[in-house]
């Protein structure tokens, strides 16, 4: 609920906001208007800031690499 509400924010400063993340977060982006990421790569190579909305778990711990943040412009 809270990227949803952050994506909102970011859309009215007039921000191209691209969702990633798992296959119903995506869905519900794109159902809300707003684009996804076809890879992880991608959305680290195309993104100009990144917020993260997850709860902090074995499946979550890690899922951002160094590798990642290295590949943003």
Do not use: C, P
Not at 1 to 24: D, T
């Amino acid at each position: 609920k809270i990227g949803q509400r952050i994506a909102q924010y970011a859309r009215a400063f007039g921000a191209n906001v691209v969702i990633w993340g798992s296959e119903a977060s995506k869905e519900k982006a794109v159902a809300d208007g707003f684009e996804k990421a076809d890879t992880k790569e991608v959305f680290f190579k195309t993104a100009d800031i990144i917020t993260l909305h997850l709860r902090l778990n074995d499946k979550t711990h890690g899922i951002v690499k160094e590798t990642d943040l290295l590949s943003m412009k």
